[in-house]
């Protein structure tokens, strides 16, 4: 098949080289010239392990490439895959569309030929039913063109296996049109479907509310553990292991049951407001409402995390040098946006620490980010004169460091797991003080 993809940010890079693996010719859409041209010469503006491999490889067999035309986009193809963001509003907690329009604005006029536009990226319920009026009204097919919502369920770090072996596929279809834009989606994915991944049909808002409520369960989750542990810490009980009883309770799991720094991103953190903020505007805020706190506990943890490096020094961090191992908001990505780690490096800072940050791939996305904060090339040098160690992001270098090994580089053998992703023992018996969140 013939597809576009709109938007050559995180997704809409990930969709379309995923889309040109699974064998069909892709043109790849972005306003910003710098990025297409970056795109077409095989260099991915962000780390995603083995994304650039396929993208060099689909650049090569001529089923993939990259323009800012729309009008080449409207003559390419009849199925139109949008990708663009959805960022918070500046200073609301509802997401910004202007992107999502801008897209169908600019391509409904050249729509010619009837058409299908699926929607990937995550948006409030109702979008979907709004922009299909839109597109209508605009687009000379008129009511030749469909509008679909695809919803896309990446893990930053997984992303390419999570498009091609998904859990699930999700098609939302208009209910008064069944059949043309569901059967254009069954071709594109039909050697997915062929391998048995599980397909649920269902109506727009539908769709558009699973990657809401899928964001909404997973953030609670995280943030309910994060709760516990504050009780933890109040009564010397040891979280950890407390998650690894639930986790033996198939109607719990153990998944995301890992107390923390909590989660950050572009996604959970704006989504689940993003969310809240739509309920309110359908006149059913009560329905949401835990969210509010589910993200205050979030944020509450980034506080808990400075107050115990501080603890760990002394009482304050005033005049103290201290090292953070992480800067993204998740191992295996260069991703920065609402980073826990950088945010509590920030604090820190704040309050008279010398901080110096070391992340494997996050590095000049931090500084662009936090240009103040000291930068270590290496976990030795972040780790120089250090009297406290702040475990930040788990990425697999810092879960495998040999605590005897970084004895002669730091001032003092304090380690705070921002991430419980240490084993205590270890760290302890090689002689150092360890500090963990919501354990002993």
């Given at each position: 098949?013939?597809?576009?993809?709109?938007?050559?940010?995180?997704?809409?890079?990930?969709?379309?080289?995923?889309?040109?693996?699974?064998?069909?010719?892709?043109?790849?859409?972005?306003?910003?010239?710098?990025?297409?041209?970056?795109?077409?010469?095989?260099?991915?503006?962000?780390?995603?392990?083995?994304?650039?491999?396929?993208?060099?490889?689909?650049?090569?067999?001529?089923?993939?490439?990259?323009?800012?035309?729309?009008?080449?986009?409207?003559?390419?193809?009849?199925?139109?895959?949008?990708?663009?963001?959805?960022?918070?509003?500046?200073?609301?907690?509802?997401?910004?569309?202007?992107?999502?329009?801008?897209?169908?604005?600019?391509?409904?006029?050249?729509?010619?030929?009837?058409?299908?536009?699926?929607?990937?990226?995550?948006?409030?319920?109702?979008?979907?039913?709004?922009?299909?009026?839109?597109?209508?009204?605009?687009?000379?097919?008129?009511?030749?063109?469909?509008?679909?919502?695809?919803?896309?369920?990446?893990?930053?770090?997984?992303?390419?296996?999570?498009?091609?072996?998904?859990?699930?596929?999700?098609?939302?279809?208009?209910?008064?049109?069944?059949?043309?834009?569901?059967?254009?989606?069954?071709?594109?994915?039909?050697?997915?479907?062929?391998?048995?991944?599980?397909?649920?049909?269902?109506?727009?808002?539908?769709?558009?509310?699973?990657?809401?409520?899928?964001?909404?369960?997973?953030?609670?989750?995280?943030?309910?553990?994060?709760?516990?542990?504050?009780?933890?810490?109040?009564?010397?009980?040891?979280?950890?292991?407390?998650?690894?009883?639930?986790?033996?309770?198939?109607?719990?799991?153990?998944?995301?049951?890992?107390?923390?720094?909590?989660?950050?991103?572009?996604?959970?953190?704006?989504?689940?407001?993003?969310?809240?903020?739509?309920?309110?505007?359908?006149?059913?805020?009560?329905?949401?409402?835990?969210?509010?706190?589910?993200?205050?506990?979030?944020?509450?943890?980034?506080?808990?995390?400075?107050?115990?490096?501080?603890e760990a020094c002394g009482g304050s961090l005033l005049g103290m040098n201290v090292a953070v191992l992480g800067a993204a908001f998740k191992p295996e990505s260069d991703d920065v946006r609402d980073?826990?780690?950088?945010?509590?490096?920030?604090?820190?800072?704040?309050?008279?620490?010398?901080?110096?940050?070391?992340?494997?791939?996050?590095?000049?996305?931090?500084?662009?980010?936090?240009?103040?904060?000291?930068?270590?090339?290496?976990?030795?040098?972040?780790?120089?004169?250090?009297?406290?160690?702040?475990?930040?992001?788990?990425?697999?270098?810092?879960?495998?460091?040999?605590?005897?090994?970084?004895?002669?580089?730091?001032?003092?053998?304090?380690?705070?797991?921002?991430?419980?992703?240490?084993?205590?023992?270890?760290?302890?018996?090689?002689?150092?003080?360890?500090?963990?969140?919501?354990?002993?």
């Open positions: 098949m013939r597809l576009t993809v709109f938007g050559t940010g995180y997704l809409g890079v990930t969709h379309a080289v995923c889309l040109a693996e699974l064998g069909h010719e892709v043109l790849g859409i972005d306003i910003d010239a710098a990025k297409i041209e970056m795109l077409g010469e095989g260099r991915v503006p962000f780390y995603e392990p083995g994304l650039e491999h396929l993208l060099l490889k689909n650049l090569e067999s001529g089923r993939l490439r990259f323009s800012t035309s729309y009008a080449d986009a409207a003559e390419f193809a009849d199925l139109h895959f949008l990708c663009v963001g959805t960022p918070q509003k500046r200073g609301e907690n509802a997401a910004d569309l202007s992107h999502v329009d801008a897209v169908v604005d600019t391509l409904a006029p050249l729509l010619t030929r009837p058409a299908v536009i699926v929607g990937k990226s995550t948006v409030p319920v109702g979008t979907a039913a709004r922009l299909t009026v839109r597109v209508r009204g605009a687009a000379p097919a008129g009511e030749g063109v469909e509008v679909a919502w695809n919803p896309e369920f990446l893990r930053e770090g997984f992303a390419v296996a999570d498009t091609l072996r998904p859990d699930r596929l999700v098609f939302g279809i208009e209910r008064d049109r069944p059949g043309s834009a569901e059967g254009a989606l069954r071709d594109v994915y039909t050697s997915l479907l062929t391998q048995g991944v599980p397909l649920v049909v269902t109506d727009l808002a539908t769709s558009e509310l699973v990657k809401s409520s899928a964001n909404a369960f997973l953030a609670t989750k995280i943030s309910f553990i994060n709760a516990i542990a504050e009780i933890c810490e109040a009564t010397g009980a040891d979280v950890t292991v407390l998650a690894d009883a639930l986790g033996y309770d198939a109607r719990i799991g153990r998944s995301f049951l890992n107390a923390g720094l909590g989660f950050g991103g572009g996604c959970l953190p704006k989504d689940i407001r993003a969310f809240a903020a739509r309920a309110g505007e359908l006149g059913v805020d009560q329905a949401l409402s835990f969210l509010r706190e589910v993200d205050s506990i979030n944020m509450r943890r980034r506080t808990k995390v400075v107050e115990l490096v501080a980073s826990p780690a950088l945010n509590v490096a920030g604090m820190m800072q704040l309050h008279g620490a010398a901080v110096s940050v070391y992340d494997p791939k996050a590095m000049a996305n931090s500084r662009n980010l936090f240009p103040t904060l000291e930068y270590a090339t290496s976990t030795s040098g972040a780790c120089k004169n250090a009297d406290a160690v702040l475990v930040a992001t788990e990425w697999a270098e810092f879960v495998a460091l040999d605590p005897v090994e970084l004895d002669s580089a730091v001032r003092a053998r304090v380690i705070v797991d921002g991430r419980n992703c240490l084993d205590p023992s270890v760290w302890r018996s090689a002689g150092w003080i360890y500090h963990g969140l919501g354990r002993r």
